[in-house]
């Protein structure tokens, strides 16, 4: 069992950077595959990024080259550094965890979720 608590949303304008941080409770957080999922309204919760147990990551097409995931495992803490952030990355950002290795970008293979934190990229 692990709980999620994700920090970091709030508003920024167009072409700003935030970095998000979802920190875990539990003695087992390096044993978990982590997630970034988001949701804007009316859409369906999208794959954003996933880091391996062992720190390899995957980034959604739409956030190459502009979005970093990290973890830290001495602090049970994942980030997702976000930089020249787009109106169109407004959304609910969600941390998830997963013990499969097999977790990818499907969200429904994730067991455990976080409640989400607000982003809003301003024009």
Known sequence: ??????SGG??????????????ASGRTFSSYVMGWF???PGKERAFVAR??????????DSVKGRFTISRDNAKNTVYLQMNN?????????????DL???AGSNPRVYDYWG?????TVSS
């Open 51 to 60: 880091i391996s147990r062992g720190g390899n990551t995957y980034l959604g």
């Open 85 to 97: 952030l787009k109106p169109e990355d407004t959304a609910v950002y969600y941390c998830a965890a």
């Open 115 to 119: 409640q989400g934190t607000q982003v």
């Open 100 to 102: 499969s290795v097999a």
């Open 38 to 40: 988001r949701q804007a």
């Open 1 to 6: 069992q692990v709980q999620l608590i994700e």
């Open 10 to 23: 709030g508003l920024v304008q167009a072409g700003g950077s935030l970095r998000l941080s979802c920190a």
